[in-house]
Each structure stands twice: as structure tokens, then as C-alpha cells.
């Protein structure tokens, strides 16, 4: 890893403060960036690294090997994207008329219920990849308006960003938690994260599942008739989206270790409770590289699930905070705009609750 000055530079500090304010507006302001935010967070990746002198082999290596490599596994976001795309392309009618009957059997507003907690759930076990393919999927195949599948897919993906952070099989978040703290005093093992977080985190993701299936319920219920569902997907769209989705990935690889310079100069010295918002910044950064940075073996358990906890929820404001985010929103076709407009005001208020509970009472 190269190493980074250990006093702040005036130029690197402006310019990256620079890249990161368009990162942020762009998206919601030209609407060629925002039909096109892959290549656009791929571009501003690549200005971020270039004027932090960040560039080397390894992280080369990174960007490019990330969408496809798990850990030491042959498989990544990129090969489940695209084999789960092509697998719903060609059994696409038996796999929505069963989602449809399981719907009506058990009623629109238990199964959202069901849909939300379930997944967020389960993406500890099964990891927010396989989780957001499914996701995305089920949600195009329900009988409800774009604006509703939005809707539904951004309050799924905010559950799902709280649940995978159980196990360190749900997502590198929590792989490199328990890295961090594998030795004294903490000594984390597989299950750390579910003793130190699952207090707050199961119930986050009931109540989240609980208020989608009141909000959302009621209408995919009264239209659940209007004959909404179709299929436009070929297989071009397909492997394009799973393209989409690799650059997507490796772009957000280049910003946080682009963005590391501002981090360690500024963020690791922020006091817990101002970090927690600081951290809203993983909106449109990689939440492994700020676990990374931020996490150590002398902060308190205190220190770690405040931190912890507003990454996980931040992440879900924009398309770029999480992997379910970039998966779902390339399904479905959400521009940063219609995301933001639920995400943000919904992870504000939950942030809000959440640093009530840790920091207040």
C-alpha cells in the first residue's frame, strides 16, 4: 500500500474535496451523468488516486479483480450478476407466475414483510450479491408501479445493508472487522459481529421490513390486477448490466483509496459521535475502506458499533453506498434522483434514531 504524507497537502486536500463535491451534485444536475453513473464514478475514481499519487500495481490489481474474486474464491458480484440475469432471462415466466402465487397465498403486505426481513436477513448468510440479484428480481416481478418497485427495492436494500453485517460472509465490511479485531482484547471471531451488533441490527431490520410492508402493502394489493408485469430484458441487456455493474465496482475500489489521503488526515481524529455523521460520506464511498481506516483494536466496543452503525445506514442514501444499491438499481433502471429521494430522507431519519440510542440515551 503506498504511503500517504503524514501531514495533510494543501493541493491533494482541494482537489479531492474538489472530486467528491461532483461526485455528489453531478449525478442529480446533468442527465447524461446520471443515465451514465458507471463510467462517470469510474472516472472520478481514476482523478481521485491520480491527484492523491495513490497509483500502483497492487491497486491496479484491486480494481480489476474485485468484481470478480471473493476472498480466495473464483467468483464475484460480476459472475453472480450475470448467471443469475441470464438464468431469470430464460425462466423468467415460471419464476414470476410462483413470486405472483406465493404473493396472493399469502398476502401483498406479509409478503413484502417477509421479502424485506427475510433477505436482510439472510444476505449474512448467503451475502448481499446473491441477496440483491434475488432481490431485484422478485421486485421487477411483482405487480406494482416503477415508482412503488423503487420504493420497495431501497427500503429492501437498507435491511439488507444492516443484516449483512452479522457474519463475515454477508459482505467485506465485516470480513475486515473481524480482521482488525482478531486479536487482543477483543479477539474476533465469526460470530463477533452478531454478539456486538445483533441487539441493534435484527430489530433494524424488522422494523424496516414492518414499515415497507404498511407503506407498500396496500398498493401492490390494489393494483395487483392491472396486468403490470413485463419482461423488456434481452440477453445483451443482460451482460451489459453485469458489465456495468464490474465497472461500477472497480470505481469504487479507485475512491476509497483514492479518498484514503482525507480520511487519515481528517476522519480517524473526528470523536466518535461527530464520526457517526461524518460517516454519511459512505454514500457514495467503499464501506470496507473506511472499516479499514477508521477501526482499530484500542477503540472501545462503544467506538465500533457507532461507527459501524452509521456506515451500514448511510450506505444506503445512494446508488454508490452499497453493492445491493449498484445490483438493484441496474435491475430495475433507478437514476440517482428517484433513489435519493427516498434514501436520503430515509437514512437521515434512521441515522437520527440510531445515534439517539447510542449516543444519547
Given at each position: 500500500m503506498?504511503?500517504?504524507?503524514?501531514?495533510?497537502?494543501?493541493?491533494?486536500?482541494?482537489?479531492?474535496?474538489?472530486?467528491?463535491?461532483?461526485?455528489?451534485?453531478?449525478?442529480?444536475?446533468?442527465?447524461?451523468?446520471?443515465?451514465?453513473?458507471?463510467?462517470?464514478?469510474?472516472?472520478?475514481?481514476?482523478?481521485?488516486?491520480?491527484?492523491?499519487?495513490?497509483?500502483?500495481?497492487?491497486?491496479?490489481?484491486?480494481?480489476?479483480?474485485?468484481?470478480?474474486?471473493?476472498?480466495?474464491?473464483p467468483?464475484?458480484i460480476f459472475?453472480?450478476v450475470?448467471v443469475?440475469?441470464?438464468?431469470?432471462?430464460?425462466?423468467?415466466?415460471?419464476?414470476?407466475?410462483?413470486i405472483?402465487?406465493?404473493?396472493?397465498?399469502?398476502?401483498?403486505?406479509?409478503?413484502?414483510?417477509?421479502?424485506?426481513?427475510?433477505?436482510?436477513?439472510?444476505?449474512?448468510?448467503?451475502?448481499?450479491?446473491?441477496?440483491?440479484?434475488?432481490?431485484?428480481?422478485?421486485?421487477?416481478?411483482?405487480?406494482?408501479?416503477?415508482?412503488?418497485?423503487?420504493?420497495?427495492?431501497?427500503?429492501a436494500?437498507?435491511?439488507?445493508?444492516?443484516?449483512?453485517?452479522?457474519?463475515?460472509?454477508?459482505?467485506?465490511?465485516?470480513?475486515?472487522?473481524?480482521?482488525?479485531l482478531?486479536?487482543p482484547?477483543?479477539?474476533a471471531?465469526?460470530?463477533?459481529?452478531?454478539?456486538v451488533?445483533?441487539?441493534?441490527?435484527?430489530?433494524?431490520?424488522?422494523?424496516?421490513?414492518?414499515?415497507?410492508?404498511?407503506?407498500?402493502?396496500?398498493?401492490?394489493?390494489?393494483?395487483?390486477?392491472?396486468g403490470?408485469?413485463?419482461?423488456?430484458?434481452?440477453?445483451?441487456t443482460v451482460?451489459?448490466?453485469?458489465?456495468?455493474?464490474?465497472?461500477?465496482?472497480?470505481?469504487?475500489?479507485?475512491?476509497?483509496?483514492?479518498?484514503?489521503?482525507?480520511?487519515?488526515?481528517?476522519?480517524?481524529?473526528?470523536?466518535?459521535g461527530?464520526?457517526?455523521?461524518?460517516?454519511?460520506?459512505?454514500?457514495?464511498l467503499?464501506?470496507?475502506?473506511?472499516?479499514?481506516?477508521?477501526?482499530?483494536?484500542?477503540?472501545?466496543?462503544?467506538?465500533?458499533?457507532?461507527?459501524?452503525?452509521?456506515?451500514?445506514?448511510?450506505?444506503?442514501?445512494?446508488?454508490?453506498?452499497?453493492?445491493?444499491?449498484i445490483?438493484?438499481?441496474?435491475?430495475?433502471?433507478i437514476?440517482?434522483?428517484?433513489?435519493?429521494?427516498?434514501?436520503?430522507?430515509?437514512?437521515?431519519?434512521?441515522?437520527?434514531?440510531?445515534?439517539?440510542?447510542?449516543?444519547?440515551?
Amino acid at each position: 500500500m503506498t504511503p500517504i504524507p503524514s501531514q495533510p497537502v494543501l493541493g491533494i486536500v482541494l482537489g479531492l474535496a474538489a472530486i467528491a463535491s461532483l461526485a455528489l451534485v453531478l449525478p442529480f444536475l446533468v442527465k447524461k451523468v446520471e443515465e451514465n453513473l458507471e463510467p462517470f464514478f469510474l472516472i472520478m475514481g481514476v482523478s481521485v488516486v491520480t491527484i492523491s499519487g495513490l497509483w500502483n500495481r497492487r491497486l491496479v490489481g484491486e480494481a480489476l479483480k474485485a468484481p470478480v474474486v471473493i476472498g480466495t474464491l473464483p467468483i464475484g458480484i460480476f459472475q453472480v450478476v450475470l448467471v443469475v440475469g441470464l438464468l431469470i432471462h430464460f425462466f423468467n415466466e415460471p419464476f414470476c407466475n410462483a413470486i405472483l402465487r406465493l404473493a396472493k397465498r399469502i398476502g401483498h403486505g406479509p409478503f413484502i414483510f417477509l421479502l424485506i426481513a427475510g433477505f436482510g436477513l439472510l444476505s449474512s448468510v448467503i451475502s448481499v450479491i446473491l441477496t440483491a440479484c434475488l432481490l431485484a428480481e422478485i421486485t421487477a416481478a411483482l405487480p406494482l408501479h416503477k415508482h412503488e418497485k423503487i420504493k420497495l427495492v431501497v427500503v429492501a436494500c437498507f435491511a439488507v445493508a444492516l443484516g449483512a453485517v452479522l457474519t463475515p460472509l454477508g459482505e467485506p465490511l465485516s470480513t475486515i472487522l473481524v480482521s482488525k479485531l482478531a486479536g487482543p482484547p477483543y479477539h474476533a471471531g465469526f460470530f463477533f459481529p452478531l454478539k456486538v451488533f445483533g441487539f441493534y441490527m435484527i430489530p433494524g431490520v424488522l422494523v424496516i421490513a414492518l414499515f415497507g410492508a404498511l407503506w407498500l402493502g396496500s398498493q401492490m394489493h390494489a393494483k395487483a390486477g392491472g396486468g403490470i408485469r413485463e419482461y423488456p430484458e434481452t440477453v445483451w441487456t443482460v451482460v451489459l448490466r453485469a458489465v456495468k455493474v464490474y465497472m461500477f465496482i472497480a470505481a469504487l475500489v479507485l475512491l476509497g483509496e483514492g479518498f484514503r489521503p482525507l480520511i487519515v488526515w481528517y476522519f480517524a481524529k473526528i470523536p466518535p459521535g461527530i464520526l457517526y455523521w461524518f460517516n454519511t460520506t459512505s454514500a457514495i464511498l467503499d464501506n470496507a475502506t473506511l472499516t479499514a481506516i477508521e477501526i482499530g483494536p484500542t477503540m472501545s466496543l462503544a467506538q465500533i458499533l457507532g461507527i459501524i452503525m452509521g456506515l451500514s445506514i448511510a450506505g444506503g442514501m445512494l446508488i454508490p453506498g452499497n453493492i445491493p444499491n449498484i445490483v438493484a438499481a441496474g435491475r430495475l433502471k433507478i437514476r440517482m434522483k428517484d433513489w435519493a429521494k427516498i434514501g436520503v430522507p430515509l437514512g437521515l431519519a434512521m441515522m437520527a434514531v440510531y445515534f439517539i440510542i447510542l449516543y444519547v440515551l
